[in-house]
């Protein structure tokens, strides 16, 4: 992968001191936003102390990076987002730790947000409100979602969009680095394209602009860019700190035509029809991946359903007994029933060809429905649109196999017995769901 990049830290317009910090570290692949919070000397402290704990953090487990980038696998790849994880928590404690050891920095914290490039995947993680975009195709994605007062209140459906520039609290942050206790940062990944841009943000940037206006933003050199992120920022009044991150992916090693089109295939997936280009990358981020050979079963007849199956590349076959019932491509889905009903499967699902899926659990769904109620609605809703499609189908096909066996003086109506005197030998074409139906010729 080849990538370059271009970076701003600003004061601002009414601040005495910049308590934000970055850090870019192009050989590492990795680049982080802080935005301190504390008063005094502390803010600028723990912003500091975020950037290179973390950094620190990564540089002591570079193998691990380099095994990922040469074995693009999805273990591997949980073992990247896992090391950030843990990086943060490890920046969270090592600021615990200096207020500890000095009274003048007690209560200071710090929001965060980093970027790390691995092979051709980047990793997104984040505490707090710093925000993270990719722009792709002139449409810019937020990536995070603030840890903050109203994020919350959004997701729990308590707070209309419509009211979001009247709502008072809007820097109040749920999360930050510096708390006593162990913090939940979020962590996601996403394969990258070439022309991908990605920006890193305080909020004293995005705190002054829409989403809207991000990729016009973002548009052109990216030294120039970076000058205008907060250029744009201190005309708007510059009210707080503004740092700013902006890289672009110039090369991947991968085919981008083939990663293209697998996650437009993916993208136009009943399941992830109703969610944001960000909610479905961090859905997908959160859910188990694995990868199967050709005949390899993925569920067994009579097995209890984990969750939702979504093919990422490859095939599979639905099989009941020896036969295959349907076949589910790129984008394809299995087992969206399992949220509403626990029971035994009455199909087997094997791979076909070289095949990647991810497992939607049904445990970590309920958990999100908690916590994300609007966004699991959503699903809900796809969901069923997707049962009743099925439903439908069926019943058109058993009108058809009524038609196809209308025959002077038989009756013809769902549920009556066919005279065994006919002879008939036709084939209704397979449904998913719906066993096949064959009738031959009898005596």
């Not at 994605?141 to 840890?147: A, G, K, M, P, V």
């Not at 997908?284 to 097995?303: C, I, M, N, Y």
Request: hydrophobic share 45%; glycine share 10%; with cysteine.
């Amino acid at each position: 992968m080849e990538f370059a990049w271009a970076s701003r830290t600003d004061v601002g317009r009414v601040r005495s001191r910049n308590e934000d910090a970055l850090l870019c570290d192009g050989g590492l692949g990795f680049f982080m936003v802080a935005d301190g919070m504390g008063g005094h000397q502390g803010g600028e402290e723990a912003s500091r102390i975020a950037c290179q704990s973390v950094a620190s953090c990564i540089q002591r487990h570079r193998a691990l990076l380099e095994r990922a980038a040469r074995e693009p696998l999805p273990v591997h790849w949980r073992e990247v987002a896992d090391l950030l994880g843990e990086a943060f928590r490890e920046a969270n404690e090592a600021i615990v730790q200096a207020a500890d050891q000095d009274v003048a920095l007690q209560g200071m914290g710090s929001t965060g947000v980093a970027l790390l490039l691995v092979g051709d995947r980047a990793f997104i993680g984040h505490v707090g409100d710093s925000r993270a975009y990719l722009v792709r195709d002139r449409m810019a994605t937020l990536l995070t979602e603030d840890h903050s007062l109203l994020f919350e209140l959004l997701h729990q459906g308590r707070l209309a969009r419509s009211q979001v520039a009247r709502f008072p609290m809007k820097n109040v942050v749920t999360q930050a680095l510096g708390i006593r206790g162990t913090i939940q940062p979020e962590v996601m990944d996403l394969p990258c394209l070439p022309g991908d841009r990605f920006l890193l943000s305080s909020d004293g940037f995005h705190g002054t602009v829409e989403d809207e206006r991000v990729p016009r933003l973002c548009d052109g050199p990216l030294d120039a860019v970076a000058e205008r992120l907060v250029s744009f920022a201190n005309a708007s009044g510059g009210a707080d700190n503004i740092t700013t991150v902006i890289l672009e992916i110039r090369r991947i090693d991968g085919d981008p035509i083939a990663i293209r089109e697998r996650l437009r295939r993916v993208r136009e997936t009943p399941l992830f029809g109703a969610l944001t280009l960000g909610e479905m990358f961090r859905l997908l981020s959160r859910a188990d991946h694995f990868l199967a050979r050709p005949g390899e079963v993925l569920v067994r007849e009579g097995d209890r359903l984990d969750g939702i199956l979504v093919v990422l590349s490859g095939e599979v076959e639905v099989l009941h007994g020896e036969q295959v019932w349907v076949r589910l491509g790129t984008g394809g889905t299995f087992g969206e029933v399992c949220l509403v009903e626990d029971r035994p499967a009455e199909v087997s699902v094997a791979a076909s060809a070289p095949t990647e899926v991810a497992l939607i659990s049904r445990r970590w769904f309920e958990t999100e429905a908690g916590q994300h109620p609007a966004m699991a609605l959503r699903i809900m809703r796809q969901v069923a649109r997707g049962l009743a499609q099925r439903l439908r189908a069926a019943q058109q096909d058993l009108v058809r196999l009524g038609n196809l066996v209308d025959v002077d003086g038989l009756p013809t109506r769902f549920g009556e017995v066919l005279p065994e005197q006919f002879d008939f030998e036709t084939e209704v074409t397979p449904v998913a769901g719906l066993p096949t139906v064959q009738m031959e010729e009898k005596g």
